[in-house]
């Protein structure tokens, strides 16, 4: 199965700023959400942020104000701008895109996770 493609990720220190990437050219369908998840060692994935098809963006409570999600429908990319980081935003970044496929008598909706990037935040 075709999976989203993640980039960008690196260590960084407190203060500073990483670019993350996510390349879904591959994959079918309309893309109704697509989003940025993470998991710390020991601790859930939580969703850091997503944007719908229509262009409603959500962000989780820690990074308001810091981190900016985009996408490029015509490309089938997606973009999360970190800013302002912290120790605690030490993680594997992971793209989730859900899309919906149809067809002659057929329609399906997948949701695909990527490999993740990780992004470390030293003091």
């Known amino acids: 199965q075709v999976r989203p493609v993640e980039s960008g990720g690196g260590s960084v220190q407190a203060g500073g700023s990483l670019r993350l990437s996510c390349s879904a050219s591959?994959?079918?369908?309309?893309?109704?959400?697509m989003a940025w998840y993470r998991q710390a060692p020991g601790k859930e994935r939580t969703l850091v942020a997503d944007?719908?098809?229509?262009?409603?963006?959500t962000y989780g409570d820690s990074v308001k104000g810091r981190f900016t999600i985009s996408r490029d429908s015509a490309k089938k990319t997606l973009s999360l701008e970190m800013n302002s980081l912290k120790v605690d935003d030490t993680a594997v970044y992971i793209c989730y895109i859900r899309t919906f496929i149809s067809g002659f008598g057929y329609q399906n909706v997948d949701e695909l996770w990527g490999q993740g990037t990780q992004v470390t935040v030293g003091e």
């Open positions: 944007i719908t098809s229509a262009g409603v963006i």
């Open positions: 591959q994959i079918a369908g309309t893309f109704l959400v």
